[in-house]
């Protein structure tokens, strides 16, 4: 038979041909997607749309994604070259979603560079594949290339010449409407729309609760409080979250403390100092000191949800989509303690109010102010107002109490507050490079800290006054760290590495009971919840495991390992190294100092639990 490309065709007709293969392939895509429906909950026919059509969207998208450099290449490759090509890129691109099923079904996370790589260089070692699973895998990529060679040969010799705006059109409405749906929900709680985004693979679902807020469309509150009666009366995601993995054997402690955590953001640990925090290191020479305790997030979204969970920060989607708040505040709410949260900065985005929050009614999102400051200021006036409330009515039920400060974070302070010279009173974050002298800056944080300080002091003044501190647990800590180029290789405030300075922050704990003591061994924001569930809320019976990644905070510490997250990395952390990976698909062996590694093993062994730590709480 001739060959079919003894002829050259016009681009118009090889374009024409790379397109229709692409939306071939683009079914194949759905078809497998088809592998990742056991994992959605259909609750009921809106759910069900919502489902058909975000897989339309996204799995049409990959395809054209993943063809973009067929489309490329038709313009400048030989034509005899352009069907190897093709299959080539076909039959990888449909390997790889292959794949992507297996491993989220193994371990509920998809594919990524940082897997791959862990794929190729732990083999068995960390992806439990059996031989007969590499056997059916190599057919599958034989069989996959044979479909390829098939529809680009079928293609050539028939190629439609109309209709290729039809798919095109599609991919595009369908994108828009899966998108703008998701947003709608994501602004009504509606976590049945919401949920689904997790389980397909590189969909980043669009959300626009702000901008919705800002054009009156939405009240977040009235939707928030509405949102959270119908939880109560209707609790959904329990089921889609093996949380806890066993239930909580707890009893009703004879007496049972108030508990208020203190959170300033981006407070490193070396601020507790009398110098720049007075009132609280005065404070702490009464208290318990943690002097090596790491958030397992650098930044605020992982570090307050893992101080609350316990749990690792890529449990974030899942626990925000279905609304499943912490068993520490659900144990707290079953034993009847009154809730008082007060944040400076909002509480939707991060999204707070979905997940570590999700299940308190009287939630306020958003603190009246137009600075930090002035917002730092009011949460602590509503709080000496809570305790006033409380005190007036005689209210015998304890009180869980969350303070979140901002100022640190946001570099402002009143404007007659005193300064710390010398002082940069013009903070512009674009002057900054690795030839700044970071002393200016520094001073401007270390001022927002003695800010915050004094805050803290008028609450725990109050405490006293009110002969309340010998009735509560206080616990002052923060999300994550901040750095002013300390590591010397021009990295300034936090979310962008894993080292000590946007890690480490303090913790302090009063705890009425215990005499002052320092705490030296290593500790961490999981450790915060096991210590509370097992010592003062009465579950020391339920196994640590159930419910946390932790231990508890005054027990040294076995595990050899442990998980970071920033809004998009994620870190595997040892004492050695750092084994971190990108939102953009690498991964990058580190030090402790930064300094990269080439030729170092990976822990495969150590890896293989964390990953097991990241997907045990899926069913």
Not at 219 to 227: G, K, L, N, Y
Not at 470 to 484: K, Y
């Amino acid at each position: 038979m001739p060959s079919l490309f003894r002829y050259r065709r016009p681009l118009r007709e090889r374009v024409r041909w790379a397109g229709w293969f692409i939306v071939a392939n683009s079914l194949i895509a759905l078809l497998i997607g088809f592998r990742y429906l056991p994992w959605m909950t259909v609750t009921d026919t809106a759910t069900g749309l919502y489902i058909a059509l975000a897989m339309i969207a996204q799995f049409s998208l990959l395809a054209w994604l993943f063809g973009l450099p067929l489309l490329m290449l038709t313009l400048i490759l030989p034509q005899s070259l352009l069907r190897p090509t093709a299959i080539i890129i076909g039959t990888a691109g449909v390997a790889l979603l292959l794949l992507d099923t297996v491993v989220y079904h193994q371990f509920r996370f998809h594919l990524s560079g940082f897997v791959f790589e862990l794929i190729v260089g732990g083999g068995t070692e960390i992806f439990s594949f059996s031989w007969q699973t590499w056997a059916v895998g190599g057919i599958a990529i034989v069989a996959l290339a044979l479909l390829q060679w098939s529809l680009a040969r079928r293609f050539w010799i028939l190629t439609p010449r109309r209709y290729l705006w039809v798919p095109l059109a599609i991919l595009v409405t369908s994108q828009l409407l899966a998108h703008g749906w998701n947003a709608w929900a994501d602004a009504h709680y509606d976590h049945r729309i919401t949920r689904v985004a997790r389980h397909l693979p590189l969909y980043h679902a669009a959300t626009a609760k702000r901008f919705f807020a800002r054009h009156g469309w939405v009240d977040p509150q009235a939707v928030r409080e509405a949102s959270v009666v119908e939880q109560m009366s209707a609790p959904d995601g329990q089921g889609a979250l093996n949380y806890p993995t066993a239930a909580l054997q707890c009893t009703t402690p004879e007496q049972l403390p108030n508990i208020l955590v203190i959170a300033v953001d981006s407070l490193r640990w070396d601020m507790l100092d009398p110098r720049w925090m007075p009132n609280t290191t005065r404070f702490a020479e009464s208290a318990q000191v943690f002097t090596d305790h790491y958030s397992n997030g650098n930044a605020t979204k992982p570090g307050i949800f893992t101080l609350f969970y316990g749990l690792p920060a890529s449990y974030w989607d899942a626990f925000s989509a279905h609304q499943v708040p912490p068993v520490l505040i659900q144990r707290m709410q079953s034993l009847g303690y009154q809730s008082q949260i007060l944040s400076s900065a909002t509480l939707v985005s991060p999204a707070f109010d979905r997940n570590v929050f999700s299940s308190i009614k009287e939630l306020r999102l958003k603190t009246p102010g137009d600075t930090s400051w002035q917002r730092d200021q009011q949460i602590t006036q509503d709080w000496l107002n809570f305790l006033a409330r409380r005190s007036s009515h005689d209210n015998s039920s304890p009180f869980f109490g969350f303070l979140f400060y901002d100022a640190p974070h946001s570099y402002q302070v009143p404007p007659d507050y005193p300064r710390i010279e010398p002082y940069w009173e013009s903070v512009n974050q674009l002057a900054l490079d690795d030839e700044f002298d970071p002393e200016p800056y520094f001073n401007v944080y270390k001022t927002t800290v003695r800010f915050v300080d004094d805050q803290i002091h008028r609450v725990l003044a109050d405490l006293s006054k009110r002969q309340l501190m010998e009735d509560t647990l206080v616990i002052i800590t923060s999300d994550h760290g901040q750095e002013f180029n300390d590591n010397g290789m021009n990295y300034w405030g936090h979310g962008s590495n894993f080292s000590r300075y946007q890690l480490q922050v303090p913790l302090v704990i009063h705890w009425p009971g215990k005499a002052p003591s320092v705490v030296e061994h290593r500790t961490e924001h999981f450790d915060l919840t096991p210590t509370l569930l097992t010592d003062v809320l009465g579950c020391s019976e339920s196994a640590t495991e159930s419910y946390s990644s932790g231990e508890h905070l005054y027990t040294p510490h076995h595990k050899k390992w442990s998980i970071a997250h920033s809004y998009m990395n994620a870190a595997f952390l040892t004492e050695e190294l750092q084994l971190v990976s990108y939102p953009s698909g690498g991964m990058e062996m580190l030090s402790t100092q930064l300094e990269p590694i080439d030729d170092a093993p990976l822990p495969m062994e150590l890896i293989k639990r964390a990953l097991k730590e990241q997907s045990r709480f899926y069913p």
